[in-house]
């Protein structure tokens, strides 16, 4: 029986990890289930899902979730505090971390299940894009093992030898790869022309064509901006360089994402786009079990397509690449300008063609570190924050 935290329980990957569990209640108990304010759809999932703690980042939102439970007749303990959620993350009682809290705010906590050794699957991109190095150098220090829940990095795990820990001493091409082709839906807006693309609301962001997600990571899938993120994640997570990944625009997102080897062969993970597949992927491994998810059907796909991602629309890929090669504290400044502007597009207070512009700007004023400590990637961040909602004030 294998104890289980998640962290970002009522968010979409939180409902895609509670439904894949639920189907194997012989083989998961769930430890703890966090979330930042929605405190009534924590509760639900309480009584459907028996957890030992419920965490509410905010305190009132605590209080009312505990006295809801207690009426009725609930044994969840309810904790509050951000302090909380590393508590549950790192806890003695618990083997694996489901990280799905989104954006920077879930760093710290991921952080913790990573100190304790815990077995970790990321969801949250903006924690190994912030801070790669500490991330992974903590992961080797403490034996934790790190499986990719991303789809994309999901599927270039399943298509390398093995675990990269095991297989990529010598980089990518220690193993044989000469590249990995990261895939793109290419979004909402992958046919609009420039002058579009200035008026766009957030509600025609948020409608993803093949993924149902959180708002955050919506509008990044609409800017580039996530396959930017993904592009640092990959370099992380895989021991590889900026210049071995290429991505390629797929808009049926079938393919998940392909790895190129020195013979020649390219190897394909393909399936439906639900996140339940990653997801009972990196719990099961290196077993496999059932997720719920239907057959692929190929014939009714009929074609894919491929096509190069524009970045003259969409610079956001362009800066994220330019983030990676820069290194240090670049890729943190990137994620934290981008975090403000899409809260800012979100709130109607600034244009989709102005999150790039101001994300750019920031990187050209905040200094780039080498990010020796926590401390120094925090710092980093809070100020590229300050210079984002600056710009933001201007609008
Ligand atoms: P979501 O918005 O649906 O859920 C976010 C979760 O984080 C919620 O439980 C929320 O309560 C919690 N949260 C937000 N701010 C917080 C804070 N300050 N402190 C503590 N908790 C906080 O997001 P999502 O779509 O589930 O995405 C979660 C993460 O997974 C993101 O990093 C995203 O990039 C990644 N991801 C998501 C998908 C997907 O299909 N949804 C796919 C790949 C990767
Ligand atoms: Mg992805």
Redesign the pocket.
């Known amino acids: 029986m294998q104890s289980v935290t998640i962290l970002?329980?009522?968010?979409?990957?939180?409902d895609s990890t509670l439904n894949v569990l639920a189907q194997h209640p012989d083989r998961y108990s769930l430890y703890a289930l966090?979330?930042?304010?929605?405190w009534q759809k924590l509760g639900e999932l309480c009584l459907l899902h028996h957890p030992r703690y419920a965490v509410v980042?905010e305190e009132p939102g605590a209080e009312s979730l505990a006295l809801w439970l207690k009426a009725r007749g609930s044994a969840t303990q309810v904790l509050s505090g951000?302090e909380a959620?590393s508590e549950v993350a790192s806890a003695p009682e618990v083997d694996t971390v489901m990280a799905?809290?989104?954006?920077g705010?879930?760093l710290v906590p991921t952080l913790a299940a990573v100190r304790a050794g815990k077995k970790i699957l990321l969801?949250?991109?903006?924690a190994l894009v912030m801070a790669g190095g500490l991330f992974t150098r903590a992961v080797e220090e403490h034996g934790a093992t790190l499986l990719p829940?991303?789809?994309e990095h999901n599927a270039i795990f399943q298509c390398l030898p093995g675990h990269p820990r095991d297989c990529l001493g010598g980089g990518l091409a220690g193993s044989g790869v000469r590249k990995i082709l990261l895939t793109a839906s290419g979004g909402p807006f992958r046919d609009y022309p420039e002058e579009r693309l200035a008026s766009v609301t957030p509600e025609q962001a948020c409608a993803h064509p093949n993924?149902s997600?959180?708002?955050?990571?919506s509008v990044d899938s609409a800017t580039l901006m996530n396959k930017g993120l993904e592009l640092i994640e990959a370099c992380w997570l895989f021991h590889a360089r900026p210049d071995q990944i290429e991505v390629v625009v797929h808009p049926q997102s079938v393919i998940h994402s392909m790895v190129e080897y020195v013979d020649g062969s390219v190897l394909a993970q393909m399936g439906n786009p639900d996140?339940r597949t990653p997801i009972a992927h990196a719990l099961a491994w290196p077993e496999r079990m059932v997720s719920g998810v239907a057959s692929l059907d190929m014939i009714a796909t009929a074609r894919l397509d491929f096509a190069a991602p524009d970045t003259d629309r969409f610079p956001c890929l362009r800066l994220a690449a330019d983030a990676a090669r820069a290194g240090g504290t670049a890729p943190a400044v990137l994620n934290a300008a981008n975090e403000i502007a899409v809260e800012a597009f979100l709130r109607r207070r600034i244009g989709f063609t102005d999150i790039p512009r101001i994300i750019e700007t920031v990187m050209g004023r905040v200094a780039f570190t080498e990010p020796g400590s926590l401390d120094a990637v925090q710092s980093a961040d809070r100020e590229a924050r300050q210079q984002a909602s600056a710009l933001v004030e201007l609008h």
């Not at 966090?34 to 929605?38: I, L, N």
């Not at 997600?213 to 990571?217: D, E, F, H, L, Y």
């Open positions: 970002g329980a009522s968010g979409s990957i939180g966090t979330a930042h304010t929605q980042v951000v959620l799905a809290i989104v954006g705010a879930g969801a949250n991109k903006e829940i991303d789809s993924w997600m959180g708002q955050k990571i996140m």
